[in-house]
């Protein structure tokens, strides 16, 4: 059974870091995207970065470029999402998802198959 959980948000102060852990279990095909997204209240869901099971590409959004780093643990089935200098408008509810998206559009697309449940993350003094 195809499964994503994200884990790691929480409170943090601005000017600080976190990092966002998906654990996903049951993916067999070949190729597949892994994705983060996020969603503030009253917001339309945004896509920050993408990356594919294989190979070392990667897509990050331009409202996080150079705040926020993806990688692959491909042992421990996990994709993390490093965020640092984090803003107040980085407050929301963050997601992973699976799919089969052509990567090119990873972050142009909402067409995933399997999402997480979700994960607070919240930017305050």
């Known amino acids: 059974q195809e499964q994503l959980a994200e884990s790691g948000g929480g409170l943090v102060q601005p000017g600080g870091s976190l990092r966002l852990s998906c654990s996903f279990s049951?993916?067999?095909?070949?190729?597949?995207?892994i994705a983060w997204f996020r969603q503030a209240p009253g917001k339309e869901r945004e896509a920050i970065s993408c990356?594919?099971?294989?190979?070392?590409?990667?897509m990050i959004a331009e409202s996080v470029k150079g705040r926020f780093t993806i990688t692959r643990d491909n042992a421990k089935n996990t994709v993390n999402l490093q965020m640092d200098s984090l803003k107040s408008e980085d407050t929301a509810v963050y997601y992973c998802?699976?799919?089969?998206?052509?990567?090119?559009?990873?972050?142009?697309?909402?067409?995933?198959?399997?999402w997480g449940q979700g994960t607070q993350v919240t930017v305050s003094s």
């Open positions: 998802a699976q799919g089969q998206v052509v990567f090119r559009r990873c972050l142009e697309t909402l067409e995933y198959d399997y």
């Open positions: 049951g993916f067999t095909s070949d190729y597949y995207i």
């Open positions: 990356i594919a099971n294989k190979g070392d590409s990667t």
